[in-house]
């Protein structure tokens, strides 16, 4: 049975699965609609034309669907679309899409969003990344799957985070992140493969052996960044993990790519 504290205000109108958990002093707009086996703690706002996937557990004062924070929004009717099993603690910002940037923010599942963190408007989250305590998301960032961001990370609008990568704490992120990266620093730059994260999601060392190979002809000194990419790709061209590498770099990308400080 679905379980109301009698302090939560929820309006008649929003969707409400019959195992959701509302407590104290929680506020539910109209367009709201909860999955089976969310869990809502006390003074929690959900608001605009949300969607939480079930089993997501929300906790105090988050204030997740409020109108995105860009002076072009005119009240268009864009959409924050959460999926299942993700964690979102306290003070947690999520906004809502703009018409500019495809009207919607997308999280994906069983992701985890530590105290005060922020996803601006018409981001894109995959599934299992860790945003730390404070980091900051602008607009229209997309983030891939396993990627964790450390506590205090700052990121640009339209930055591209690739799969399994890592933001050190307290980076400043203006440019690309490749898959499987590791970058840190004010502005952050590229400092190798995230090999301590590769190895604990079980990439064997042959995988993370060609990826190492690849990163090195790839951000070598030598000759034109394009021309060691298609190089790359040629002579890879079976390898999955490093053609990921190559392929992010190839994409049609708004912001430029994050280089090693050589």
């Given amino acids: 049975m679905t379980s109301i504290h009698p302090t939560a205000i929820i309006d008649p109108k929003a969707e409400l699965a019959s195992s959701v958990k509302v407590g104290p002093y929680s506020i539910i707009g109209p367009d709201v609609k909860l999955g089976e086996d969310v869990t809502l703690h006390s003074h929690v706002v959900l608001a605009g034309r949300t969607t939480i996937g079930a089993r997501t557990e929300i906790f105090p004062f988050a204030s997740i669907g409020q109108p995105p924070q860009d002076l072009k929004y005119h009240g268009e009717p864009s959409t924050l679309e959460v999926g299942t099993d993700n964690l979102i603690r306290e003070y947690v910002t999520m906004n809502a899409g703009t018409e500019g940037g495809g009207m919607v923010t997308r999280i994906g599942n069983h992701n985890v969003f530590l105290a005060s963190a922020h996803v601006g408007h018409d981001c894109s989250i995959g599934d299992h990344v860790i945003l730390s305590n404070t980091t900051l998301l602008?607009?229209?960032?997309?983030?891939?799957?396993?990627?964790?961001?450390?506590?205090?990370?700052?990121?640009?609008?339209?930055?591209?985070?690739?799969?399994?990568?890592?933001?050190?704490?307290?980076?400043?992120?203006?440019?690309?992140?490749?898959?499987?990266?590791?970058?840190?620093?004010?502005r952050a730059h590229l400092m190798g493969l995230n090999l301590v994260g590769l190895k604990r999601r079980g990439f064997t060392r042959e995988q993370i052996n060609a990826m190492r190979d690849a990163y090195g002809q790839i951000f070598a000194q030598d000759g034109a960044l394009r021309d060691r990419v298609s190089a790359v790709g040629e002579r890879f061209a079976d390898n999955a993990e490093v053609m990921e590498i190559v392929n992010f770099i190839k994409a049609d990308a708004d912001r430029p790519l994050c280089l090693p400080r050589h």
């Avoid at 990370?153 to 930055?159: C, D, L």
């Fill in 138 to 186: 602008a607009g229209h960032c997309r983030v891939a799957d396993f990627v964790i961001f450390g506590g205090g990370a700052a990121v640009h609008q339209f930055v591209r985070v690739g799969k399994h990568a890592f933001i050190g704490g307290a980076s400043a992120v203006e440019s690309d992140i490749i898959p499987f990266g590791l970058v840190v620093g004010n």
